[in-house]
């Protein structure tokens, strides 16, 4: 932004100011020791400099209380850091329950991200301004890491998983994205920008652009385009479960274990679904890995969640869908309607 | 005369601090070797627990006959080798040089077993990187299994060449009369690493052979 | 009359001479040469890949060297510098040399696996070299998985290789190292008699032959991944990255006490001698180190607190990084107090400890900042890491190094070394650290994330700063090159004691005898016993 002279750098949300205090009482620490570490050896180099190569010093024999002390009090001054330190890292690993969910997906060299409204930009965030956003993540290959040093975040992007983040940003501006975690070539490249604009302008920017069809219609139409609808039924009972309402709750699996159907089982569900079946049900299901990509799962999950909202119902399978256009430089994969045995 | 200088270098005070040198020298390498198996052990551990029944599943694709056999081997070569060192401490040194050479035999027919295993796997597509054409049930994590398998037995295995090296350098040696009931720590210690590798072996048997028994 | 029995005598460096006698020996002494010249050419190769580093981030754009250029150089710089420079720095030159003479014995348990560890040294150095020559690597020296197994289009199998092979010459260090200590040592010396950088080589030999071997074998798992697709940690099978990363820096970090507790050690002998005193609580002190290599292996996770591990994970392992704070706390403290009336000269080597203590100190402060939940997920993979592990490693290991080799210089090589030059440099390496690294906290704390080739502008002050520490850095560690070199022909010819330092190293000729010592001496008083010197001189 400002290319002049920074000593600090900006505090653009309110982990930030929380975050800037405890850096302020770890430098408080850091300062008095230092400052007594140096002003002892400088007094002692000083005044006890050998003035003659014969002289022997007294011997001062170690002392407990000593040692005692200076055991004791650091420990408590760390201890303090501990607690503080970790409250406020719970602070930044707990999203809040109202937060706007933002979808990223980082690649060699670019982070891409889709709004629920289906807004999709690459290397760029816009978000409004005073309203928590979650980042839900991953990555198509190596391990990225999300920062915004302005907001105090960063987490890891990883393969095939799931991590989030949030913030909630209190100051509209434009802020540096970088990735993070060495992630090859053009690592210094993998750079953007987040936009914290006002609510209104933040819904004037949302009704416009190349946004088109939300998330989760977009995701309606892959599955119906990958023929998912033709087992997976809501009309009358399938061959494989019915997704009406499963997102969030509890599952029982063939092994007599339940997992809870959040967006990980999903995907691996979709990736590799004998891996987890569910209770009652033949590992009929082919894998999908290799025809859909992160952003496609991604959309697909969002579709199965607003399952679990009366509202949108799911008909069968349209003749002649077209295939959603996969935007965001994502190649998409051939696709073919009746999906190849693994490999 | 010349046995003595051979047993006692230098830079030792006396024979009893040379021997408890290298005992102890030889004891500190192998925990130095725990901690090498500790990391793949440590892997397998994650694994398992994340994926226990893809790992049943892959478990049963092994021979439980074939992995018995070369278990029992593998205790058989380490009753010999202790007689060796027995043999070695009471200055019986035909009976050392046959109990090394019979040690070396069992050791290589244990190798014969496991590559037979090995080939086994490889020919039922099951030898990731080479030939891995399993298309089953969760086929990612019972490559996952295979992968571990193929690492852990493959370092194990490389470890009994390396003992049968060992073994055969030290049956050399005794052949010529190198050791004494005074001087045999060579062959003692040899010893301390041959029952690590056993050992180790009788680890890796029940976590890959063993664990899915009850569900054939 | 001292000078005169030093040419007269013959040393470990006159009773043989030729090629062969060098390459084919079991002294440790000589290997410690061997070694010292080894890793010399590291440091300075390791050097080289810096100084183009911080040329190119002279200015925003990456204008000097290619993305992937950058990319080899820092890799090559972390892994030869981390493997090949800091970890064998003072445990195989220093340390070789020094703990047989320290306990009073004639070499290590093993000489033969000593020499055999140089061998295995330099043929793993030579892997990396070759793939440094064939293309170089680009993976950073962490090796992180998925990149380094599937993504990486350089000679990462020769690499790893390389430091496999490397890995295990430091295992038999610290084989042989544990057991000498052990079994070894002279009559009368007994565990609290010993000198506490025998203390700190135990606790780094511990490390070494504990974590070492599963460095090993997680380098290997990769080069498996990539040469045979044996996806260990493969995410498209179910494996999992962050396991690597767990089996990495349970290695990984605990080799930071590796480069760091031999300087402190060191730091302890250097104090003691140029302030005429027994160091202070020599207990808490002998204890602190054994106490970092325990704890040091139960730290790993701080390097992971945005990898996606539990959030409890976590914060135990932020809690035990701060338990690590603790002992390292008590070494500096002690330091101080040894200080405090004594009799305190400025020869070079002390300017090294001084200097060592003051950058250790900010590295440490600024390493509890680090284990610190909330700060770290700010600052972690920022300049703000690459400024603390420098203080530790640059800061502290490379000065404690200096300092120590300066120190016992004289008996090494029978030479003194040009004392005005000497100070000069250190005061110019202390200066030039300090201007290259100190701007790189702030710029961290900035949020100017690590490894990147072009940054945005308004970092580039404190990347000027920062370049500019590191010329004269580089010329401050030229200059004791040269008179180092100069001093082996033209120095003054040192007498046995030059410090008048109470070592069992000391009581010998410089340089010293084929076997250390004309007889095995006895040891009848504790370390650090300046009054034996009176008793000697007496005597």
Known sequence: ?343 | ?216 | MITATVETRENYLTHEYGVKSWLLTQDHKRIALLYLGAISFFFFLGGIFATVIRLELLTPPGDLVSAQTYNKLFTLHGVIMVFLFLIPAIPATLGNFLVPMMIGCKDLAFPKLNLLSWYIFMVGGICVLYAMLQGGVDTGWTFYVPFSTSYANTYVILTAVGIFIAGFASILTGLNFIVTIHQMRAPGLTWYRLPLFIWSMYATSLIMVLGTPVVAVTILLVALERGFHFGIFDPALGGDPVLFQHLFWFYSHPAVYIMVLPAMGVVSELVSVYSRKKVFGYKFVAFSSVAIAVLGFLVWGHHMFVSSQSVYASMVFSFLSFLVAVPSAIKVFNWTATLYKGSISYDTPMLYAFGFIGLFTIGGLTGTFLATLGFDVHVTDTYFVVAHFHYIMVGGTMMAYLGGLHYWWPKMTGRMYAEGWAKLSALVIFLGFNLTFFPQFIMGYLGMPRRYHAYPEEFQVYHVLSTAGASVLAVGYLIPAVYFIWSLRYGKLAPDNPWNATGLEWQTTSPPLPENFEITPVVNHEAYDYSILEEMKVG
Request: contains cysteine.
């Open chain 1, 1 to 343: 932004m400002n290319p002049s002279f920074q000593l600090l750098p900006e505090q653009a949300s309110a982990t930030a100011v929380h975050l800037d205090h405890l850096t302020l009482y770890l430098l408080i620490v850091a300062a008095i020791f230092s400052t007594l570490i140096f002003a002892l050896i400088f007094f002692f180099a000083i005044k006890y400099r050998r003035r003659s190569g014969h002289e022997r010093p007294v011997e001062v024999h170690g002392a407990l209380t000593l040692e005692i002390i200076w055991t004791v009090v650091p420990f408590i001054l760390m201890m303090i850091m501990f607690t503080w330190g970790a409250s406020v890292f719970f602070e930044m690993s707990r999203p809040p329950d109202d937060a706007m969910n933002v979808y990223v997906v980082g690649k060699q060299w670019m982070w891409k991200t889709q709004h629920l409204e289906g807004q999709r930009e690459i290397n760029e965030l816009h978000v409004p301004l005073g309203r928590p956003v979650k980042l839900t993540m991953t990555s198509e290959d190596v391990i990225h890491s999300f920062y915004m040093p302005a907001f105090r975040v960063k987490f890891d992007v990883l393969p095939g998983k799931y991590t989030t983040a949030w913030f909630n940003p209190t100051k509209p501006g434009k802020y540096h994205l970088f990735c993070a975690e060495y992630c090859g070539t053009l690592h210094s490249g993998m750079i953007g920008w987040i936009y914290v604009m006002e609510p209104a302008e933040y819904e004037r920017w949302l009704a416009g652009g190349s946004g088109g069809e939300s998330l989760a219609s977009n995701g309606e139409k892959l599955f119906q385009y990958l023929a998912c609808a033709n087992c997976h039924r809501t009309d009358k009972p399938g061959r494989c479960p019915n997704l009406q309402g499963v997102f969030g709750t509890a599952v029982r699996l063939t092994t007599g274990e339940t997992v809870k159907a959040d967006e990980a089982y999903i995907r691996e569900s979709i990736l590799n679904p004998s891996a987890r079946i569910v209770a009652g049900y033949q590992n009929i299901m082919p894998s999908f890995q290799g025809q859909v990509t992160e952003e496609d799962l991604l959309q697909l999950i969002e579709y199965i969640k607003s399952l679990g909202k009366p509202g949108p119902q799911v008909g069968g399978p349209a003749p002649g869908a077209n295939p959603p256009a996969l935007q965001g430089g994502a190649a998409a994969p051939a696709r073919s309607l009746v999906p190849k045995q693994n490999r």
């Open chain 2, 1 to 216: 005369m010349a046995n003595h200088t051979l047993a006692l270098r230098h830079h030792f005070d006396d024979v009893e601090q040379q021997k408890s040198a290298s005992t102890f020298g030889m004891w500190v390498f192998l925990v130095t070797e725990i901690l090498f198996f500790g990391g793949m052990f440590c892997c397998y551990t994650v694994y398992r627990s994340l994926y226990p029944s893809a790992f049943g599943h892959a478990s049963n694709h092994l021979d439980v006959i074939l992995g018995a056999v070369s278990t029992a081997v593998l205790i058989c070569s380490s009753f010999t080798m202790a007689c060796a060192v027995n043999s070695a401490a009471t200055g019986a040194k035909h009976a050392l040089v046959a109990f090394l050479w019979v040690t070396i035999l069992f050791a290589a027919a244990f190798l014969v077993v496991e590559m037979s295993e090995w080939h086994l796997l490889y020919k039922e597509g099951l030898m990731p990187g080479f030939n891995f054409t399993y298309h089953d049930v969760d086929p990612g994590h019972v490559q996952l299994f295979f992968c571990m398998y193929f690492a852990m037995t493959g370092l194990h295995a490389s470890h009994v060449t390396i003992g049968i090296g060992l073994l055969g350098v030290m049956a050399f040696r005794a052949s010529r009369g190198v050791f004494t009931p005074q001087y045999y720590t060579p062959i003692e210690i040899s010893g301390l690493y041959w029952h690590f590798v056993d050992l180790v072996w009788i680890f890796l048997f029940p976590l890959y052979y063993l664990i899915a028994r009850h569900l054939q």
